[in-house]
């Protein structure tokens, strides 16, 4: 299993429920910013861009990156203790 990070900059018709269905059927997911999730899933970096584009706007903006396992973060709106143990 890898962790990703996704960040989305969405525009103001996004459909939130139809994008955390898409992104939570990849693996444990978690949003941390109003813009960014943390995934821990089987799939690449080229996957997950490529399943989540489907529920994305073509004016909406996506970065996929695989984590280096070394963060730090304030405010997040995940669980602190769930984002220690999976980035």
Avoid: P
Avoid at 53 to 65: C, G, I, N, P, Q
């Amino acid at each position: 299993m890898a962790t990703y990070l996704v960040c989305c900059d969405l525009n103001q018709e996004f459909d939130q429920d139809e994008f955390n269905v898409t992104i939570s059927s990849m693996g444990e997911a978690r949003q941390v910013l109003s813009g960014a999730w943390v995934v821990v899933t089987e799939k690449t970096a080229t996957q997950i861009r490529d399943e989540l584009v489907t529920v994305l706007d073509a004016s909406e903006r996506l970065l996929v990156v695989k984590s280096a396992s070394v963060g730090a973060w304030k405010s997040i709106l995940s669980d602190n203790k769930w984002l220690a143990e999976n980035l």
